[in-house]
Structures are given as structure tokens and as C-alpha cells.
DNA sequence: ATGAAAGCGCTAACAC
DNA sequence: GTGTTAGCGCTTTCAT
């Protein structure tokens, strides 16, 4: 045994948990042995990997990875920063991440804004001490001082969601502006006259503003003369009440209204379930269309027209192209636009 | 200036970043220093503070939490163990977790074991890695090696969702089979006398197993001489389009059902829809409730008949009980019933 | 195939 | 109020 059985003179309060020299005494060999057996084992003989497994298990040791981390200066640790974490959009997007980063080793940091720009900062600011390999961001618009932390990372960083022409990194999303302007063609082309758009604006929340505006630019394209009627409820929360009461709002501002385009499909199904308990007819009385095409959309009574948009194929290609810059496969940025396609159904 | 004009002789390759030591020399004090007065400015004199501050923001200087981690023996890091991320109520407890910890400065690390005690394990192994300050795990059952894994972690540890007379340290849930068996006392209240259980059994989800049980016990109860109807999709997905096939099973299998019981408001949700779609009263022809009380339940028609749970509440008293252990206030285990309760409305 | 030495960037302990 | 010293537990580099 090379283990000094008085042990050393503890000077400061050890860990007080297995370290690899632990393992390395008890099986033997150097705590370098035992490091190249845990992660190279090829470089070492049979004989004595089986020898250090025997030791780690019977120490029951777990390597710290903040040690590991500080010597290798790689965390094997991405940083995921998200709006909310409920809102099911980003929780999908998040799981195609995970499903693609796990079987690489890659753990996941989350973090979630609440859509200010200036929390979204201190995140980031607080999640780079973690000395990520990578990073997974929502959003392209981000306060000067984040801009900078991000592009002097060093790391790959996937910005998702929106589109823009002058990604930080890398980008995969797909324009919010051409959905919308293609469901407004949709409508249009169906016959509606009279659309009335219908968001909740949440301050920061840039995607929702993207769409609203091109609602206004669509509308005064295809339909002369129209105005771009928009209602919103003003508190920035996304939820059936919300739609029920933009319903309200529309029905009394604009009477006029034929079809009711709602930014989220969550709003059109509140909105939508709201129209048969008051026994108007959708789409006779009035159309409504969605955004976002979640699974209540095929499900509701009409049917409900909507965009959809790859949540999870989001988080897929960005776990993809972290993956590869962490490999140094690709040291290209690359842009990718997942998107999007108009689900023509029942409700207009 | 302390700082040698040569610089060190580099024998390794650097981070390449700005240490503790580039703000100390620019500073002109020491590093430890630098350390107090980003820590604990009250140690420091204020001319320091704001000598150090502005070298910190010159050099733009990101504290690398690993190296902090190793010497402090602390991560300011919490795992959190859940089966997916893209199920909205583990989203929510996320959400309220997340919420707590946040202000605390402790950061979020998240595992999703897909339901499976093996994956589950891997997680918790890998994640212990990270010497997380406290970690939150979904369930009460796990592997004999995970269970041993945490209890001798020496962290505070938070079992949630779940209820068990063993837990492993604190515990924050409700009782699953108390919930059932409330909701089948209350439709049999109603009259029903032919209820069936409707739930889509995931291998390894034990509590969707704990509410099947619940109801075969509590059917014999309270119904002598009544099958214990169960009817199972065999897929483990949780979605509407489940909902309208156990529908579909049970109508088929079972067509003296007059109340189907749903374990979850998403399948309730999609067989409801499907009624209305078929023609089919409800509760005229066919009594419906689900389980979970999620925001669809209240906007369906007719309104669906289930059980609220706390969701987000598990989170956020999860994270306060991680915050007093970890802060040394209180040492005992706690153990937290959220309870449940029957919400009655109109589809049962 | 294995080991020895050095050091990653920070904080704890103790001095002054 | 501030500095000095000695590590935290691991990986890298270089020897053998």
C-alpha cells in the first residue's frame, strides 16, 4: 500500500468524500491510472481496469466534476436559457435538446428569463461562471452588455426561435413574420374580408411584436383600405381566460370582424370553446384561427386552423450543431429555418 | 503594481480568461481580496470596493464558479430529477422550484429519466458528480443502488410528487390513492354505479399504478359485487389522441360504463371532445372526470369533473425546504401533504 | 502501460 | 482591513 496509514495532516476540512486517490491507494496504482482507466480505459491494461472498477465500487466513489472541470477546462455542461419553462412551446424545444445532448454526456443548466432582457442578462452572466461548452438561448434580441458576454464566450451558442440576419453564433428557428403573413394569405384567400388580430403583448416578448406587425403589414398589402385591427389583452399572460376575454374585447371593438386570428393556439381554444357556450357558430358567426398548432388544435369542435411551428425539432438541431462546434466538426455559424406550414382545418 | 510586467511562465495552457489574480494586479490588492469584496463587501473598505469593482468591469471579469466550487466546497447548484420536461405539471413544479431558488443565487441542473428507475440512477450518478448543494427528485421509488446513492450524499434531498411513509429525507406530495379514492366517493355520491378507470400505464410509473389500485380498492368498498373496470391504452403516452382510443376501448369492452374515470384531464380532455364529435351526451349518456385540474378542464363543455393538484406548490415548497436545510436552519426531515381536492363540475 | 510533478482558479485559515 | 499560504480534486505534460 503507498497510502500513508496515519493519513495526511488534514489542514483545512477535507471533502470529506472519496477522491481518486482514494481509489488509487485501495487499487494500487497512481490517481492518474485510475483517471485514464475511468475515461480512457484502452490505455490501460485489462488487469488493472478491472482492478480500479473493483476499487471505485467498493469505495463507492463519484468523480467531482468541478475538479475535473478546472483542470480540463471543459464542463461537459450546456446552459439553456428559456422565457418560462411553463409554457410547453419551450418545454418541448428543451426536451429535444436534452434527448440530444444526454447520450453525449452533456448535462443541462436551465434558466428562465420570464421575458426581460435585463434578467435574461444576470442569467447569462451568472451561467458563463459555470464555464459552459455551450449555449442554448430563445430570443435574438438581447441587452448590449449580454451581446458582448456572448460574443466573447468563446463557446458555441445556439440563438433559437426567431429569425434574424445577424445571429450572435448560430441560429435555427423560422421567421414568426412569414407565418403569420401566410395564414393571413390564408384567410384572405378563403374568402375573409375583415381579419382582427389578437395577442397578449408582453413586454420583451419580441416574437409576439414580430407577428402583430407583420399582421399590419399583411392586411394593408392584401387588403387595401382595411385597417389592422388588433386587440390585446395587455397582461402578457397566454391562457384560455385570456382568450376568452380578446373574444370579448374583438366582439365589442370591431363587430365588423370575420375572421379572429389569435397569436397562440392557447387563446383560440379558450376563444374557441367560449363561441359554442355562447352558441356562436365558428366558423359561420365568425372564423378563428390559432398559432402554434398544439395538440388541443386537431382536437377541438371545429377543428382549429393554425400555423405549426417545430418546437422540438428546435431543440433537436440546435443539440445537433452544439454537438458537432463541441467536437470541432463544422466551425462554420450556421443559420437554419425550420419553418413552418398553415394547417388548413374546420375553424376558417 | 504587484503584478510581474513578464507575467508567470506559463507551463500549461492558460483558460485563456480573465482571473481573480488580472483584477487583484489591476486593482493593485490582493486576490483574496478581490474575492471579499465581491463576496462580502461589508469586509472591505469602500475605496477598495469600488477600486475592485471597476477593474472587474474593465477586465470583464467572470468569476469561474468550478474553481469556487472546488475550494468552498459548495456549488450553488440544485439537480432536479423529474420523468420528462415536456409534461406540463412537472414544467410547473420546475417553475416554482426554479422561482424559489433563483433569488437564493442557486442554479438549476435538470435530468429527465423518461420514467425509467435505470435512467433514473445514471442521473442521479452523474448529477452527484456535480456536488449539487440539494437535489429535488420526482418519486419515491427508486433503485436500491440510487436510493444508497442519496441517502449517504449529505445533501438535502427532496422527494416530491409522491406519497410514502419511507422517505429518504424530506418529502412534499399528496396522496395519489387518497385523491382516487375521493373522486370515486364522489361520483358514486353522484349515483353512479358503473364506473371505469381509464389510464394509460407507463412501465415504471408508479404512481399511475398507486391511482389504479386506489380505484379497485375503493370500487370494493363501496360498490360490493361492481368489477373493478380497468382499461389501459398500453402505449404510456399521455395525450388526447390516448384519450379518444381508451374511449373507444371502454365504450367496446365495457359498454354498461356510466362513468368513465380518467387518470389523467388530457385523456378526459380528448374523449370528451370526441363525444360531442360523436354525439354522445355527456353526462347525459356518459359521465367523464379526469385528474389534474388542468386549465382545459374549466373551458371544456360541459366543464370536466376532476382532482386539483398542487403542482406548482410542490415546486416552491420543495425549494423552500432546500433553502432553510441548506442555509442550517432546521435539520429535521419534513414531510408535506399538499393535499388534493375533488373539483366538482358539470361532466360527472 | 504507468507514474511524478505541476497547476487549473478559487477560498479557508491564519497572520498582521 | 488586507495579505500570505496552502490546498480543494482533478487532468495535463512529460518521463520512464
Redesign the interface.
Known amino acids: 500500500m503507498t497510502a500513508d496509514p496515519l493519513g495526511p495532516p488534514l489542514t483545512r ?1 477535507a ?2 468524500s472519496v477522491t481518486l486517490n482514494d481509489v488509487a491507494s485501495l487499487a494500487n496504482v497512481s490517481p492518474q491510472t485510475v483517471s485514464r482507466a475511468i475515461r480512457n480505459p484502452e490505455l490501460v491494461s485489462e488487469r488493472t481496469v478491472t482492478r480500479v472498477q473493483w476499487a471505485i465500487s467498493t469505495t ?1 466513489y ?9 483542470a480540463s ?1 471543459r ?1 461537459k455542461t450546456i446552459a439553456a436559457i428559456i422565457p ?3 409554457a ?1 412551446v419551450f ?2 424545444a ?2 429535444g435538446l ?1 434527448a440530444v445532448l ?1 447520450p453525449h ?1 452533456y ?6 428569463t420570464d421575458y426581460s432582457i435585463d434578467r435574461e442578462e444576470e442569467l447569462i ?7 459552459p461548452d455551450g449555449l442554448f438561448i430563445v430570443g435574438t434580441k438581447h441587452t448590449p452588455a449580454a451581446t458582448l ?1 456572448l460574443r ?1 464566450s ?1 463557446i458555441p451558442i445556439v440563438e433559437a426561435w426567431n429569425w434574424t440576419d445577424e445571429p450572435i453564433d448560430n441560429l435555427v428557428g423560422f421567421s414568426n413574420s412569414d407565418a403569420i403573413e401566410a395564414i393571413v394569405e390564408y384567410v384572405v384567400s378563403k374568402g375573409y374580408k375583415h381579419p382582427t388580430f389578437a395577442a397578449s403583448l408582453q413586454p420583451g416578448d419580441s416574437r409576439a411584436l414580430d407577428r402583430q406587425e407583420s399582421f399590419a403589414r399583411t392586411v394593408a398589402r392584401l387588403l387595401p383600405g382595411e385597417p389592422p385591427r388588433v386587440v390585446d389583452s395587455g397582461t402578457g399572460v397566454i ?3 385570456a382568450g ?1 376575454r380578446l373574444l370579448d374585447i374583438a366582439l365589442k371593438r370591431h363587430p365588423e370582424t370575420d375572421v379572429l386570428m389569435f397569436a397562440s393556439d392557447i387563446f383560440a ?2 376563444a374557441l ?2 363561441c ?2 355562447r352558441g356562436i357558430s365558428v366558423p359561420g358567426d365568425l372564423a378563428i384561427t390559432g398559432f402554434g398548432d398544439f ?2 388544435s386537431r ?3 371545429p377543428t382549429l386552423t393554425t400555423v405549426a411551428v417545430p418546437n422540438v425539432e428546435i431543440g433537436t438541431r440546435a443539440g445537433e450543431l452544439l454537438i458537432a462546434r463541441m467536437s470541432g466538426i463544422g466551425e462554420e455559424s450556421e443559420m437554419v429555418d425550420l419553418g413552418f406550414s398553415v394547417v388548413a382545418r374546420e375553424s376558417a
Do not use: C
Not at 107 to 112: D, E, T, V, Y
Not at 125 to 130: I, L, N, P, S, V
Open positions: 476540512r471533502t470529506l463507492g463519484v468523480p467531482n466534476l468541478a475538479a475535473s472541470n478546472l477546462n464542463s418560462t419553462i411553463s410547453s418545454a418541448d428543451l426536451h436534452d444526454t454526456g448535462q443541462l443548466f436551465i434558466g428562465a452572466r451568472a451561467f458563463m461562471g459555470r464555464r458576454l466573447k468563446r391562457d384560455m381566460d376568452v381554444a379558450g370553446l367560449e359554442r357556450r395538440e388541443i382536437h377541438l369542435l
